[in-house]
């Protein structure tokens, strides 16, 4: 087990900065174990080395035939469509172009008025004219009918208030004809009564 | 230091307009790569060059969905790495995905005359052949193809934090083989 402040085999494949290979190497100067370990490690990589690449036995390679090779002008369109400046420069060039087409050669707004406006007019005065009148009598017939009913509502309020006077009326006859009726018995009393022998 | 007259995005770029080439001085760049890495993957020196054939065919077809040419490398062994697992699944029975064993060297050619002994490039393989698959694979990519670990993340299709698992369990392995520990005498 290693006691390097870093991982000795980073150090072996060259994965550590600068500073902390120099922390490493001053570590294994005075660490038996880490720099055995460092010296197997380097070992290992010196002997793995030892089986060097091959040559391959035979070429690779394509032969150029024209049967498969693209077109010109498939080369031309395959460049095109691979190269997105030369896309977003043709974009902007037919926009261009088509700018310029239609500030010269943009038809002007017809002046002249077409033979059946007259007509066409008329016919739209006409429906317009009936769609008014239309509304508005549908727009009278409901008002009306409002009108009706908050009359009819009015007049029955009236009613009731007129029939509760009325009886508040006979309620007072009553009662003045209740006092009348004593106010007499009253004076008949008065008019019989004879004072006692002693308060003669 | 080699300076190049042409870079590789130059030649894909040509190569995407059709020019075969372009393409054949691309392949010739990275054939010797490919083959070797195809190679130490499927054990076989036959398959490792149909599966390099197939490879660039591959590549040639779908260079155009290649986004960034300056990628090529990773791209180009991603197809590989698919190739060859996808010829596992071909010639291995069902359920048996990939091989264990049967790494390339078992049968080193009389007529190649290696750098180092023999009996090293023997070691080697043997210790190499006693890896599983996964792992064999990130030596191979990052040891003799010297790729970074973000690329063989992008090869695998793996995070990676997995690839420097395999890599470095796969170190540990072969330091067991191939440097074993000076045995200690007991006092």
């Given at each position: 087990m290693s006691c390097s402040p870093f991982d000795l085999r980073d150090y072996l494949l060259d994965e550590l900065a600068e500073k902390e290979r120099r922390q490493v190497n001053q570590h294994v100067r005075s660490c038996g174990g880490c720099h055995e370990e460092l010296e197997r490690l380097r070992i290992t990589h010196t002997t793995l080395l030892a089986l060097r690449e091959e040559e391959v036995p035979q070429r690779i390679g394509f032969v150029s035939d024209k049967v498969f090779e693209p077109s010109p002008a498939r080369r031309v369109w395959q460049a095109f469509w691979g190269s997105s400046a030369k896309l977003g420069f043709a974009s902007a060039a037919m926009l261009s172009a088509a700018l310029v087409f239609f500030t010269f050669f943009r038809q002007a707004p017809a002046s002249a008025v077409p033979a059946d406006t007259s007509r066409i007019e008329a016919q739209v005065a006409a429906r317009v004219g009936a769609a008014v009148e239309k509304a508005v009598a549908e727009s009278e017939t409901r008002q009306a009918g409002k009108t009706a009913a908050l009359l009819a509502a009015a007049e029955q309020r009236f009613e009731g208030q007129r029939q509760a006077d009325r009886l508040d009326m006979l309620n007072v006859e009553q009662r003045l004809a209740v006092l009348q009726k004593r106010y007499n018995v009253r004076e008949n009393m008065v008019a019989r009564y004879e004072p006692p022998e002693e308060m003669k | 230091m080699i300076f190049r007259a042409v870079e590789d995005p130059d030649l894909i770029r040509k190569a995407r307009r059709g020019d075969v080439e372009a393409y054949n001085l691309l392949i010739s760049r990275w054939e010797k790569r490919v083959y070797n890495y195809l190679l130490r993957i499927v054990g076989d020196r036959e398959d490792a060059l149909d599966l390099s054939q197939d490879v660039f065919l591959k590549a040639y077809q779908n260079l155009?969905?290649?986004?960034?040419?300056?990628?090529?490398a990773p791209w180009l062994f991603r197809i590989a790495h698919n190739e060859a697992f996808s010829s596992f699944r071909k010639k291995?029975?069902?359920?048996?995905?990939?091989?264990?064993?049967?790494?390339?060297?078992?049968?080193?050619?009389?007529?190649v005359s290696p750098a180092f002994p023999i009996e090293l490039s023997i070691a080697v393989t043997t210790a190499l052949g006693k890896l599983q698959a996964d792992q064999r694979e990130a030596v191979i990519l990052k040891?003799?193809?010297?790729?970074?670990f973000e690329e063989m993340a992008e090869i695998l299709s793996c995070p990676v934090s997995t690839v420097k698992s395999r890599l470095y369990t796969a170190l540990d392995v072969l330091k067991t083989q191939l440097a074993p520990a000076k045995s200690r005498g007991v006092t």
């Open positions: - | 155009r969905k290649l986004d960034d040419p300056a990628r090529f291995r029975p069902e359920g048996e995905t990939v091989p264990q064993s049967g790494f390339a060297g078992d049968d080193i050619p009389a007529n040891i003799y193809q010297g790729f970074k």
